[in-house]
C-alpha cells in the first residue's frame, strides 16, 4: 500500500492498462501535450506517445463519436471530458449511440469503451461549471455508471471499467483530485463494477452515498460518533448497477437512512435509493428515509450562496438526528 | 442473358458488371416496393424511409468497396444493407420484427446491422453516425490497416453539429473515410432552399482542407468511378474525401408522407422520375447489346419472385421470444433494476 492522491491512482490505473493492453486509448482535450487540464494524464503522452494519447479540437459530440467508432471496430477507447457539464453536448454519442448499440444490433456491438471525467462542484465555478449528473446518466438502460470517492476506488474502479465490455461512465471529482489515501500498487488489482463498500459501520442509522459526498459521509459519521451516534457509511461506488444488497443490509441493520447526493433532489439518485429501500426494506425502517442534496436552484457563485446550496456534513449530521428524532 | 457483345474478356466483363448493378438495383426496388405494401396493411411499423429512386448510389457505392472494409449510414439504410450483401430475408424479418431479423427484432427498419459485413447500422439521428465514421477509422489507422470507412448520410445532415465536428477531425488526422452525401434535395419536408445558406453543399469540404467532388447518383458507373477515386484516396494516402451524389427519393420522406403535393410538387417529381437510374442503366445495356428486354424481364421476375420470398420468410418467422426483451442491454446482463424487470417479464407471459 502506498499513500498517493485521486489524481496519482487515476494516472496510475490509465498507464496500467495502456501498458496492459495495446487496444487501450486516451482522447480529449488537452490530455496529451498539456498532460490533462486536471494532470490526471500527466506524463502519458511521454510514455505512450501521440498514437494512443490524443488530443481532441473542442468537439466534445465529435471526439465521443470518434470513441464509438472506435469501440465498434474493436478498440477500448477512453474519452475524457474536461468536466461532465461539456459531456451535455455529446449526450447523444453517449446515449443514442454508445448505451443502445449492443441491443439495437442484437449484441453483434460491444461498445467497450469508458467515458470520464470530473462531476458536480468545485468552488464558486457558478451554475453551468457546477452539475452533477450522475442521475442523468444512471437513468440510462447499457451504460454503467461509478463515481469513486477514494484513490483506491478511483483506482480500481476505472481499472475495471477499462477491462469492461460495456460503455462506462466515470464520474470524478475536481475537490476529490488532491484528496489522498492508501492505494494498492498491484497491477493486477481491480475493484468489480456493482458491488458497494462499507466505508464505516455503525448500528444507529445508515449513511447511503457515493462519489465526492463519501468523504462528507465520513466527516459527518466523526461528529455523530462525538455525540455517541455510530452511523454505518455505505458507499454504493457504483451507481449502475447499483449494489441493492448492500444497501437493503445495511438499513435491516440500523433501521434507519439517510441518502446523501451530491445533485439535485428531483429525480435524483436518492429517490431511486429510496425506492430500493422501500421496496426491500419497508418492515425494516422506524422512520421515514431523508434525503440530503443540493439546493433546488442552479449554483449560484457568492461563497456563502454556494456554501447553503451545497450538500454538506452539517447538513448530514442535521439529518441522521432528524431520522433518529433527536433534538438538533 | 443475351450472348451479344462478347467478342473480347473486356467487354464480357463490362457485360458481366452491367449485371451484377442492374440485379443488384432491381433487387432493392422490388424489395422496397414490397416493404411499402407490407407497411400498408400493418406488417411493418414504426418508421420506414424507403430507398426507390437512390439505387445506383447504393449499387456503385459498394461495388467499389473490398469486404474488409466498412459502411455505415442513417435511417434509410434498406437498400445499402442490400447492396452490401445482406439477405432480403433477414432485412425483412427485422422490419416485420422477427426474430430471424438482422438485429432479432430488435432495431427495426431503422437499425440494420451485420458485423460479418461490417455494416455498422442503421443509425437513427440525423448526423449522430458521422463521427462514429471517423472513429472507424480512426481505428483503422490505429492497427495501421488499408480499410476504409464509408459513410452515408442526407444533404440535410450538413448543417448539424457533428458533421462539422467529425469532417473537421477526420481532415486533421487523415483518417480513411469517405463522407458521402446523398443529396436528393429535401431534409424530410424541407427543400434545401429552404435550409441551408450555401446549396452548394460540396463547398463545404474547403472548410475542412478536404477534396469535395460531386457525381450524378442516377447514373451507376458515374457514382462507381467517383467512388473508385474517393476509396482510393482514402485507402492510398489516408485522405478522407467529401462526396455529393445528386439523387431523388422517389417516395416520400418516410412512409408517412405522400411523394408529392405537398412539400414537393407532382411536376417536379414527375421530371426528376425521367432519371430513374434502373430505367436508364437498363437503356444502356440494351442499347450497348449487353441484354435483351427478354433478360430484363426475367431479372425483373427474380428480384420480384426475391421480395416476395422474403415477405414468406419473414411472415413465417416466430416473433422474438419475451425473453430476449433483456439479452444485449449489456454484454454481461447485469441490469440495475433486474429484479423488478423479472418480475414485469413474468406477468407479462
Redesign the interface.
Known amino acids: 500500500m502506498t499513500v498517493m492522491t485521486y489524481r496519482d491512482a487515476l494516472n496510475q490505473a490509465l498507464r496500467e492498462e495502456l501498458t496492459r493492453d495495446e487496444s487501450v486509448f486516451l482522447m480529449g482535450e488537452e490530455v496529451a501535450e498539456y498532460n490533462g487540464a486536471y494532470k490526471v494524464s500527466r506524463g502519458l503522452l511521454e510514455e505512450f506517445g501521440p498514437k494512443r494519447i490524443v488530443d481532441t479540437p473542442i468537439t466534445e459530440l465529435g471526439f465521443a463519436g470518434v470513441g464509438v467508432g472506435a469501440a465498434m471496430a474493436g478498440l477500448r477507447p477512453i474519452i475524457e471530458f474536461m468536466t461532465w457539464n461539456f459531456a451535455l453536448l455529446a449526450l447523444d454519442q453517449v446515449v443514442n449511440a454508445a448505451a443502445k448499440m449492443l441491443y439495437m444490433s442484437n449484441g453483434q456491438y460491444k461498445m467497450p469503451m469508458v467515458f470520464r471525467g470530473p462531476n458536480g462542484a468545485a468552488l464558486q465555478l457558478s451554475a453551468q461549471h457546477s452539475q452533477a449528473w450522475e442521475s442523468w446518466l444512471a437513468h440510462i438502460p447499457g451504460l454503467k455508471v461509478v463515481a469513486p470517492g477514494t484513490p483506491a476506488d478511483a483506482k480500481g474502479l476505472l481499472k475495471a471499467a477499462i477491462r469492461d465490455d460495456n460503455p462506462v461512465v466515470v464520474l470524478e471529482g475536481e475537490m476529490l483530485y488532491n484528496t489522498k489515501g492508501e492505494v494498492d500498487e498491484n497491477p493486477d488489482i481491480v475493484i468489480p463494477l456493482g458491488k458497494a463498500e462499507l466505508k464505516r459501520e455503525g448500528d444507529h442509522c445508515s449513511i447511503i452515498t457515493s462519489g465526492k459526498m463519501v468523504l462528507v459521509a465520513l466527516q459527518a459519521a466523526d461528529q455523530l460518533a462525538k455525540q455517541g451516534v455510530n452511523v454505518d457509511v455505505v458507499d454504493l461506488r457504483t451507481i449502475r448497477p447499483m449494489d441493492v444488497e448492500a444497501i437493503a443490509t445495511s438499513v435491516a441493520k440500523t433501521n434507519r437512512a439517510v441518502v446523501v447526493e451530491e445533485g439535485w433532489e428531483i429525480c435524483g439518485i436518492g429517490a431511486q435509493v429510496v425506492d430500493f429501500i422501500q421496496r426491500e426494506c419497508f418492515d425494516d425502517l422506524d422512520a421515514p428515509v431523508v434525503r440530503v442534496h443540493q439546493a433546488d436552484v442552479p449554483m449560484p457563485y457568492a461563497k456563502n450562496l454556494e456554501k447553503l446550496a451545497k450538500p454538506d456534513a452539517a447538513k448530514t449530521v442535521a439529518a441522521v438526528k432528524r431520522v433518529m428524532y433527536l433534538e438538533d | 442473358m443475351a450472348k451479344k457483345n462478347t467478342s473480347s474478356p473486356a467487354a464480357a466483363n463490362a457485360r458481366d458488371t452491367a449485371v451484377a448493378y442492374l440485379h443488384s438495383m432491381l433487387m432493392q426496388r422490388r424489395f422496397e416496393e414490397k416493404s411499402a405494401e407490407a407497411y400498408a396493411i400493418g406488417k411493418i411499423g414504426g418508421f420506414c424511409h424507403l430507398y426507390i429512386g437512390q439505387e445506383a448510389v447504393s449499387t456503385g457505392t459498394m461495388a467499389a468497396l473490398r469486404p474488409d472494409d466498412?459502411v455505415?449510414t442513417a435511417y434509410r439504410d434498406h437498400g445499402l444493407a442490400l447492396a452490401r450483401g445482406m439477405t432480403a430475408n433477414e432485412i425483412m424479418a427485422e422490419l416485420f420484427g422477427r426474430a430471424t431479423g438482422?438485429?432479432?427484432?430488435?432495431?427495426g427498419s431503422m437499425?440494420l446491422?451485420?458485423?460479418k459485413l461490417n455494416f455498422?447500422?442503421?443509425?437513427?439521428?440525423v448526423g449522430?453516425?458521422?463521427?462514429?465514421?471517423?472513429?472507424?477509422?480512426?481505428?483503422?489507422s490505429?492497427r495501421g490497416g488499408d480499410q476504409v470507412?464509408v459513410c452515408f448520410f442526407g444533404e440535410a445532415a450538413v448543417n448539424i453539429?457533428?458533421f462539422h465536428?467529425?469532417l473537421?477531425?477526420a481532415s486533421?488526422w487523415n483518417l480513411p473515410v469517405v463522407f458521402i452525401i446523398e443529396n436528393n434535395r429535401y431534409g424530410m419536408g424541407t427543400a434545401i432552399s429552404r435550409s441551408t445558406a450555401q446549396q452548394d453543399v460540396v463547398k463545404r469540404a474547403a472548410s475542412y482542407a478536404m477534396i469535395g467532388t460531386s457525381v450524378d447518383g442516377q447514373d451507376v458507373f458515374a457514382v462507381r468511378k467517383e467512388m473508385d477515386e474517393a476509396i482510393e484516396r482514402a485507402r492510398k494516402e489516408q485522405r478522407p474525401t467529401l462526396v455529393e451524389v445528386r439523387t431523388t427519393r422517389f417516395m416520400g420522406h418516410s412512409m408517412s408522407d405522400a411523394a408529392s403535393g405537398t412539400y414537393r410538387s407532382k411536376e417536379e417529381l414527375d421530371q426528376s422520375m425521367q432519371r430513374d437510374p434502373i430505367v436508364l442503366l437498363k437503356t444502356k445495356m440494351l442499347s450497348d447489346g449487353m441484354i435483351t428486354e427478354d433478360d430484363y424481364k426475367k431479372m425483373d421476375d427474380e428480384a420480384k419472385a426475391a421480395a416476395q420470398a422474403a415477405w414468406d420468410f419473414a411472415d413465417a418467422s416466430p416473433e422474438p421470444s419475451p425473453e430476449e426483451l433483456f439479452?444485449?442491454?449489456?454484454?454481461?446482463e447485469?441490469?440495475?433494476g433486474?429484479?423488478?424487470d423479472a418480475e414485469l417479464a413474468g406477468a407479462g407471459r
Open positions: 466498412y455505415i438482422c438485429s432479432g427484432g430488435k432495431g437499425h446491422f451485420d458485423k455498422l447500422g442503421g443509425h437513427g439521428i449522430g453516425h458521422i463521427p462514429i465514421a471517423a472513429g472507424v477509422a480512426f481505428a483503422i490505429y470507412c453539429g457533428a465536428e467529425a473537421n477531425m486533421l439479452t444485449h442491454v449489456l454484454s454481461d447485469s441490469t440495475v433486474a429484479a423488478n
